[in-house]
Nanobody, 125 residues
């Protein structure tokens, strides 16, 4: 059974940083691309970032490019999202997603993947 457990969320002031982690189990982590997807209050889903199975290819939403960094440790079965220069508009529930394949996925592929339970990030003074 696929299990994805996010951690690291919380309350942070604008301009601050957080590092999210996603502990994966129940599948061969190194085979699959992974993504972070967020949902802000009253808004739709936004795919924040994706990383391929080997960690050598990444993509970012325009809204976070230059501020967020996705990475993975295949030896530890863990996905990360380093978030710097946080803004109030980054407030959302952040989900870790296992994609169906190893390459950078399409948005549709990410939506059809396996999702964690999410972790809340709140950026506020």
């Amino acid at each position: 059974e696929v299990q994805l457990v996010e951690s690291g969320g919380g309350l942070v002031q604008p301009g601050g940083s957080l590092r999210l982690s996603c502990a994966a189990s129940g599948f061969t982590f190194s085979i699959y691309a992974m993504s972070w997807v967020r949902q802000a209050p009253g808004k739709g889903l936004e795919r924040v970032s994706s990383i391929n199975n080997l960690g050598v290819s990444t993509t970012y939403a325009a809204s976070v490019k230059g501020r967020f960094t996705i990475s993975r440790d295949n030896a530890k079965n863990t996905l990360y999202l380093q978030m710097n220069s946080l803004k109030p508009e980054d407030t959302a529930v952040y989900y870790c997603v296992k994609n169906p394949g190893g390459n950078i996925p399409t948005i549709s592929e990410t939506k059809s993947g396996s999702w964690g339970q999410g972790t809340q990030v709140t950026v506020s003074s």
